[in-house]
């Protein structure tokens, strides 16, 4: 397993752990940014700097009981890996659109980017099984 591919996994083993907040982004290069390309729960997408990582993480770390990300391959080149994996997860609370025990699941592409072993840029392309209505 390359450099790369471990600091991947360990991202996605954090997200699952309920680390959020700066714990979070103590993964990360203080310029990071994601990339969300349009989908079910974003239709129009968008992207995001190193604060709005910080509060999305930890509002996500509130609204959700369990998450987990199956992954099924990573594809490194360089400092750039390509994953493919499931997320899954159990919605904690009534929330918006989202209810209690109400269970979520989309099939990812993500491409990560590291430097200096740190997270730097991630885009995802993310396919949702449930839509939910804003």
Known sequence: MTDVETAVRTLYRALED????????????DDVVTVEHPNALRPSGGTADREAMRVASTA??????TQRYDVRDVIVSGDVAAVRCT??????????????????????AQFVTLRGGLVSRIETYDCHEVAVAD
């Not at 309920?18 to 290069?29: F, N, P, V, W």
């Not at 996500?60 to 009981?65: N, V």
């Not at 899954?88 to 659109?97: F, I, L, M, Q």
């Open 60 to 65: 996500g770390a509130q609204l959700l009981e």
């Open 87 to 108: 997320w899954s997860a159990v919605v904690a609370r009534d929330a918006g659109p989202f209810r209690r025990g109400q269970r979520l699941r989309a099939h990812l």
């Open 18 to 29: 309920g680390l959020s907040g700066d714990r979070l982004l103590a993964l990360m290069t």
